[in-house]
Structure formats: structure tokens, C-alpha cells
């Protein structure tokens, strides 16, 4: 028989940049190679952050993208998950499981919490980006209070505990099980394939006749859907075209790859460049894309016509009986992140269903959840999902659509065109400045809430060409959650004119490095509903600039991507 493996305390040093922003931690692949123990220490600080009686014999999900150092990173995972006394760990086969998938996971093994190796949307290889997400036992992204508990840790951590013995086969499905020298043991990890247990809860949630009927029946409508070689691949094949039955032409780019081919795997019209080009003629009915680690998606009707991610929520929102699972589970309400336009609160004005307005990033969403409060959530990053499970959800979202397709036998575009016509229309865009220097950005933050918490800021107009906007309201939004009255502050600056129009400034918490300005727009439209979207933003867009004078700090002269 083999000896037990040894657990050794190392020491090390603590790195003062290890802070989680919106969504984990992001840096540079060479960060993390080159940096002695840069892994090591924040896998400690997670582990750290909870208690050790939690801890000990516990359950913990591990998942990735697939993407480039993952591999490397997965086996220090789990050699100092054993290390630190967690019992159990599943992992996902080949370290492959979608940021939804672990969620799912996370809930069904009522495991403590999962740790997702991932970047999301971020290029990958050696010289992209690498990230870890840590969630939490209701399967969504660690709170503020969690992070900082973590955060903290890394800023005075001295040792962390491995095992630098164990080595784990990631290609066989099934359990593993190691001896440890020290007191805790037996150690198990068990290989799974969580494109069936992801599967299996769809099933539950849709109709999947009738989408088997929409997708390949006799009248069957062509979709295409492209995973942009992120994790989500595998979940297509298997459900979309082995289940629901698509040709093998309706999936592409379905192979997970280290680099994602090269590519930003980013749903948008700017990076989803195979998708946006097979839409283009009008061989395919419905079209959508999703991220690197499969939680957000671009739904595109005929002719490449995008859905905001905004009016997409909105639009599932109006249509929720569409889907069976709310049916049985009915509405508890619905919410959008802060600058996600306004589309979703009409539907529940119209509805009388509550809306809460949070601040950017899942974790918010999930408290509401877990409450019993919220039943369908959205961001306009792309991100759409409901309470089966606490992060948003690719597929979910291509489901959802799918579904209201079957139901109301109605091209995308027809859909979207009824909803502008029974509600108004939300013209969202939201322009990113990518790459700014750090201090310059922070200046240009601090500069405009001077400006408008300034008494005279409230009831000054702007005009640009014949539009005048007066403003009504300006702050920096604030959140007290409902459930547990924590305080959020500092969460976007918003400056709201009389006609409900919005501009909204937020520095990105996700850049790997250098800062990204986010300036979002939002009009609102009664009757003239079919305008081009920059057209009709683009005097707040000028109005943006001049108030912040981004341009001319930053030497620009146009944002790096529009979506
Ligand atoms: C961005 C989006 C936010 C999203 C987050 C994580 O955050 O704006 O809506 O929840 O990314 O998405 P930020 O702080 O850069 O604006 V994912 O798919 O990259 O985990
Ligand atoms: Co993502």
C-alpha cells in the first residue's frame, strides 16, 4: 500500500493587489506564473476566509473554462483543498464546468462553495488573461463581506498548506480517493459530468418536446449558436443538437480550446464575428453566442437583428408563462443591475410585479433569491438568468427565448417589435474606454461627483442640436439590500434628466489591468420606436463626454467598443 501523502506548510509573502472585483480575481497569465506563489496565496486566503469547522470534511466544486493555465491551476486546487481538511471535491471532467453548471453543482452537492478557474469573457493564452471566481454554498458569487474577508487574508498571509504529492486524473469519470498523512482523511474527488446534471435541471425548467418540436419537427425553425470555444460547447452538442435535435451545423466553434481560437470570447456584435456573419442573409431564424465560461449570452433574431441584453430580460419578463417553471414556481419579481435600462420596469409596473435595482454584478441578485423575493434578474452586459440557480445562464437565456418562440409561433424580430409597440422602447448603449491609466480615470470619477452633488448641477439643461435635457437627479448610486440591509456605496454616478433619459459613469471591477470607463446611455421612446439606437443616443453620448471631458484627459478620441 502507499504511504499517505504528506501535507507541508510553506511559507510565503503576501501580494498588497490581490483584492476580488465585480466577479473574482483577474490579472495577466504571466502574473500568476511569474509571481512566486501568486496562486498559492489567494487559494489560501479562500480557504482561510472560511471557518475551519466549516471547512473540515466539507464539499467543494471545482470548474474552469478550459482555458490556458487552468490545467496547472486545478491541480494546486485540489492539493491544497486537501491540504486545508475539505473532505470532497467535484470536479468537473477535464476541469471543464460552465459558470452555471458550478452553480448548479454547488446547490445539488450542497457543497460550501465552488472555485471557477476563469477570466469569463477575457482573451486566453500566455499572454491573456487567467481568473478565479469563489462562490458560495447557494452557488452564486461570494458577497462583499466574503471577498473582503478574503482580500484581507492575502494582505498578511505568512504560510499555505499543499499537498504537493497528489496528482489527480481529470479524463475518468468517477471517484478518487487519497490518504493523508494528517488528521484529516480520507480525501475524495469525484469527476463529473455537469453537462448532465446541467441538463437534467433544463429539463425540469422547459418544455423540451416542444422545443424538440420547434428546433426539428416539420415546420422546424434553423438556429445557430456559437460557444466561441469557451466552455459552453459541449453543453450545446449535448443538449441543443443531441437532445433538441439541431443539425451539427447549428452549433459552432464547440470546441473548448486553451486560447478560444485566438478570439475574445465575448458575446457581442463587435467579438462574435462567426456568429454575426452566418446571420447576416437570412438562412437562420435565431442566433446567440455566449462567453468563455458560458454565463452570458447575444440573442440575434433573423438578419442578424440583436436583442439587448435589456430589452431581453424585459421581454422574457412579459412572456414568463412561456416557461413551465414559472408556471409552477409563479413570480416573486424581477430586477436589473442599475444601469441595465429601464425596459424590465414597465413589464412590472404592467404586471404589479416588485422591481428591485441593484448594482452591478450577480451577487446581489442571489440574496433576493434565497429570500424568495426574485424569480427573473438580467444585466445589460449580456447576462439574463432566474432563481434555478444563482448566476446568470447562457443557455438558460437561449431556452427561455426558444420557448416564447414555440409558445407565440413569432419570429424574433416580431416579438421584440410587439413588446416595443405595447411598451415604448429603452434605447440602451453603452460605450466602454478601455486601457485608461488608473490615476487619470479615478480623477475623472472623482471630478464629475464634485461636479454633480453640486447644488447647481440639479435643473442645468444641455443642449445638443434641436434636444434639450434638463437634469432632474444626480448622485452616485447607493444600495441597501432588502434582505439584510447591507449597505453598497459608491456603485455608478447617474445623472437622470426630466425625460427619464439616464447617463451613468462606472469604472469596470473586472480589468486585469489599467482601468476601463464605462459610460452607459438610456432614452426612452413612447412612439418612435424605430429609430437606429446610435442615432438616438448620440446627443447623451456628446453630453457624456463634455461633462466628464473624457476625451481630452485621456487623449482620446472615441470609445474602444460600443455595445
Ligand atoms: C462586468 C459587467 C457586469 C458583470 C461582470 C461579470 O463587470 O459589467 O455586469 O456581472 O462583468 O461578468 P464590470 O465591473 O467590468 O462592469 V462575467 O461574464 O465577465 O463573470
Ligand atoms: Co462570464
Not at 119 to 130: E, V
Request: charged share 25%; glycine share 8%; proline share 4%.
Amino acid at each position: 500500500m502507499d504511504s499517505p501523502l504528506r501535507v507541508l506548510t510553506v511559507p510565503t509573502s503576501p501580494y498588497p493587489d490581490q483584492r476580488p472585483g465585480t466577479n473574482g480575481l483577474r490579472r495577466k497569465v504571466h502574473v500568476f506564473q511569474s509571481r512566486r506563489n501568486y496562486l498559492h496565496n489567494f487559494i489560501q486566503s479562500i480557504f482561510s476566509s472560511i471557518d475551519l469547522r466549516d471547512r473540515q470534511g466539507s464539499t467543494v466544486v471545482v470548474g474552469g473554462d478550459g482555458r490556458f493555465f487552468n490545467q496547472t491551476a486545478i491541480e494546486v486546487v485540489v492539493q491544497m483543498a486537501a491540504a486545508n481538511g475539505v473532505g470532497r471535491l467535484i470536479v468537473g471532467h477535464h476541469g471543464l464546468m460552465s459558470t452555471p453548471a458550478s452553480s448548479c453543482v454547488i446547490r445539488k452537492s450542497k457543497a460550501i462553495g465552488g472555485i471557477i478557474l476563469t477570466a469569463s469573457r477575457h482573451p486566453a493564452g500566455p499572454d491573456g488573461d487567467f481568473g478565479m471566481k469563489f462562490n458560495s454554498a447557494n452557488g452564486g458569487p461570494a458577497n462583499d463581506a466574503v471577498t473582503n474577508k478574503i482580500y484581507q487574508i492575502s494582505r498578511t498571509i505568512e504560510e499555505f498548506a499543499i499537498c504537493p504529492g497528489l496528482r489527480l486524473d481529470l479524463t475518468t469519470l468517477g471517484k478518487q480517493t487519497f490518504d493523508l498523512e494528517n488528521k484529516f482523511k480520507p480525501f475524495t474527488v469525484e469527476i463529473v459530468d455537469s453537462v448532465e446534471s446541467y441538463a437534467n435541471l433544463m429539463r425540469n425548467i422547459f418544455d423540451f418536446a416542444a422545443l424538440k418540436e420547434l428546433l426539428s419537427g416539420e415546420n422546424h425553425i434553423k438556429i445557430r449558436l456559437d460557444a466561441m470555444h469557451g466552455v459552453l460547447g459541449p453543453y450545446v452538442k449535448r443538449i441543443m443538437c443531441e437532445e433538441l435535435g439541431c443539425p451539427s451545423n447549428s452549433a459552432i466553434n464547440c470546441v473548448p480550446m486553451e486560447d478560444f481560437g485566438g478570439q475574445h470570447p465575448d458575446p457581442n456584435l463587435i467579438y462574435a464575428t462567426d456568429l454575426v456573419d452566418s446571420m447576416r442573409d437570412a438562412e437562420y431564424d435565431f442566433g446567440a453566442a455566449f462567453d468563455g465560461d458560458g454565463d452570458r449570452n447575444m440573442i440575434l433574431g433573423k438578419h442578424g437583428v440583436l436583442v439587448t441584453p435589456s430589452d431581453s430580460v424585459a421581454v422574457i419578463a412579459d412572456n414568463i408563462f412561456c416557461i413551465p417553471y414559472f408556471q409552477h414556481s409563479g413570480v416573486r419579481g424581477f430586477a436589473r443591475s442599475m444601469p441595465t435600462s429601464a425596459a424590465l420596469d414597465r413589464v412590472a409596473k404592467a404586471t404589479k410585479i416588485e422591481l428591485y435595482e441593484t448594482p452591478t454584478g450577480w451577487k446581489f441578485f442571489g440574496n433576493l433569491m434565497d429570500a424568495g423575493r426574485l424569480s427573473l434578474c438580467g444585466e445589460e452586459s449580456f447576462g439574463t438568468s432566474a432563481d434555478h440557480l444563482r448566476e446568470k445562464d447562457g443557455l438558460w437565456a437561449v431556452l427561455a427565448w426558444l420557448s416564447i418562440m414555440a409558445t407565440r409561433r413569432q419570429s424574433v424580430e416580431d416579438i421584440l417589435k410587439d413588446h416595443w409597440i405595447k411598451y415604448g422602447r429603452n434605447y440602451f448603449t453603452r460605450y466602454d474606454y478601455a486601457n485608461i491609466d488608473i490615476d487619470t480615470a479615478c480623477e475623472m470619477m472623482e471630478d464629475l461627483e464634485l461636479l454633480i452633488a453640486d447644488k447647481s448641477f440639479v435643473k442645468q439643461r444641455f443642449a445638443v442640436e434641436d434636444k434639450i435635457y434638463q437634469v432632474e437627479k444626480a448622485d452616485n448610486f447607493e444600495y441597501t439590500d432588502p434582505v439584510d440591509s447591507t449597505i453598497s456605496r459608491n456603485q455608478g454616478l447617474r445623472i437622470i434628466f426630466s425625460d427619464g433619459s439616464r447617463i451613468i459613469y462606472r469604472l469596470s471591477g473586472t480589468c486585469s489591468d489599467g482601468a476601463t470607463v464605462r459610460i452607459y446611455l438610456d432614452s426612452y421612446e413612447k412612439e418612435h420606436i424605430f429609430q437606429d439606437a446610435q442615432v438616438v443616443l448620440a446627443p447623451l453620448a456628446t453630453i457624456a463626454v463634455k461633462i466628464s471631458q473624457l476625451h481630452h484627459r485621456t487623449g482620446r478620441n472615441g470609445p474602444s467598443v460600443i455595445t
